[in-house]
């Protein structure tokens, strides 16, 4: 089959060329924006005198057959017609005849593809926020059920002080509104139209290239052609807002993890989510949260092989970044589903409040708080408080106990200067509500940190 730029060629592609160069096996899924950009493209042609109304409405009217094919699963991609681009043009000529092959005036495959890719990267930026709005919705309701559930903090993953579940959550929730934040930053910065700078240089046609801008929705035209053709960084910046939101996954992947197994036993997965084991019947195991968490590492894969396509790349357009479009499709489909599927997880888990404050109550989470009572209500300085406080612990440790269960006249016995009311401030939950400054545990302040965030999706609800 002739190719639509055989006019030098002699001798016919090989099918191993067709099969290395084509790029249609993938960037198909371009075909929307393809289409929509033709439409526009050739609107502009009509209005600096290219095209006729008449031929602008033949060329429209395939175009919308074509979508119409494509849709109804009708359409032939053909390996032979390379990529997206020349299969829609090639269709089009099939169709309407001569009229179609005025349709590539004044437009180039490389303004063409960076225009349906920046629109396909642009388009899935604002999906997936969109999908961590519902996340972090999900969150901020878990997180108001449980300012009062008690359980303990870590630091190092060892015990570290009393802390309640609505405040781990909102730490959660922290991660997802940065990664919103960084994804509407990059929707800004890239938020600019290709389209009408040719191969690299302009065109000696007067493209109307803010008409263009304005009729698909962008703030502006690009500035410079052999950057337009050239850049890719609005692929980059979505792969790495994706790395970053697949490693904030994986973190919270990991405590449903260790949260679900019976050492901890804090949550229990929904058997809708769970999965059982071939050979050892007792088993639920959380493959959903493994999963989640092992994503992470084609995410960030996709990342570094677009930074290395694009190293050392001349300017302007090379094929290499042809290489761009499966990394940002696999990112992009990844991380769609793991939050659709997060999502589900945190919705359908139980929570044991028992066991959170079961565990609370082992590893003197309330050392500290001892630490604080005896600097403030006993004179005592602070490094020889901290020195008596660790000695108490040894005396409950050899008791096999908690220093929250000492009883009040125990304690007076261990060391003279301790004063009367240390019973009360080892109290888990007077610990936890003690950490009352902006930012902390307290229940108050958790409550404060939830509305806060609620007042911000509210506020980008109403965009
Ligand atoms: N299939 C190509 C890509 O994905 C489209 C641009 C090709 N341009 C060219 N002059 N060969 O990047």
Redesign the pocket.
């Known amino acids: 089959m002739a190719k639509l730029w055989g006019g030098r060629f002699q001798a016919e592609n090989t099918k191993l060329l067709e099969q290395f160069n ?3 096996p993938f ?1 198909y899924k371009l075909w929307k924006y393809d289409i929509l950009g033709s439409k526009i493209h050739s609107k502009m042609l009509c209005k600096i005198g290219v095209l006729s109304e008449e031929e602008l409405m033949l060329i429209h009217q395939g175009l919308d057959r074509i979508a119409k094919d494509i849709q109804d699963n009708l359409f032939n991609f053909d390996i032979a017609d ?4 020349m299969a829609i043009e090639s269709a089009l000529i099939r169709d309407i005849g001569e009229v179609g092959k005025k349709l590539h005036t004044a437009r ?3 303004d ?2 960076a225009l349906d ?1 920046r629109l396909y990267v642009l388009d899935s930026n604002q999906q997936i926020q969109q999908l961590l709005i519902t996340l972090m919705q999900t969150l901020l309701e878990i997180a108001k059920d449980h300012i009062h559930t008690i359980m303990p903090g870590m630091t190092h993953l060892q015990h570290a002080q009393p802390v309640n579940f609505g405040f781990h959550i909102v730490a959660w929730c922290m991660n997802f509104k940065r990664d919103l934040e960084r994804l509407s930053n990059s929707y800004a910065r890239n938020n600019y139209m290709p389209l009408g700078v040719g ?1 690299m240089a302009g065109t000696p046609y007067k493209n109307d290239r803010d008409m263009m801008a304005k009729d698909l929705g962008f703030i502006a035209p690009t500035l410079n052609a052999m950057d337009t053709v050239s850049d890719r960084d609005f692929a980059l910046d979505l792969l790495y807002d994706l790395s970053m939101i697949a490693m904030h996954i994986s973190r919270i992947a990991e405590e449903l993890v260790l949260w679900s197994s019976y050492e901890f036993k804090f949550i229990d997965i929904s058997d809708a989510y769970a999965t059982g084991s071939s050979i050892m019947p007792q088993k639920k195991n959380p493959d959903v949260p493994e999963l989640l968490r092992g994503k992470s590492g084609r995410v960030f894969g996709n990342l570094f092989a677009l930074l290395s396509v694009m190293k050392g790349l001349p300017f302007a ?1 090379n ?1 290499d ?2 290489e ?2 499966e990394r940002v499709f696999d990112s992009v489909e990844t991380i769609s589903l793991s939050l659709e599927i997060l999502n589900e997880v945190l919705n359908t888990m139980s929570i044991s409040k028992e066991n959170m404050l079961r565990m609370a109550q082992v590893g003197h989470l309330s050392a500290t708080d001892l630490a604080d009572f005896l600097v403030r209500e006993c004179g005592i300085a602070f490094r020889e408080a901290h020195h008596i406080t660790g000695k108490i612990v040894a005396y409950a440790e050899s008791k096999n106990q908690d220093i929250s269960m000492l009883d009040e006249e125990e304690m007076l016995g261990l060391d003279s200067r301790i004063k009367k009311g240390v019973k009360a401030v080892l109290n888990l939950e007077a610990s936890m509500n003690a950490r009352d400054s902006i930012g902390g545990t307290a229940s108050i302040q958790t409550q404060k940190q939830i509305e806060t965030l609620q007042e911000w999706i509210n506020h980008y609800n109403e965009k």
């Open positions: 084509a790029s249609i960037d390379e990529d997206i681009h180039s495959r490389n063409q593809v890719f191969a357009y094929k970044t042809q761009d479009k």
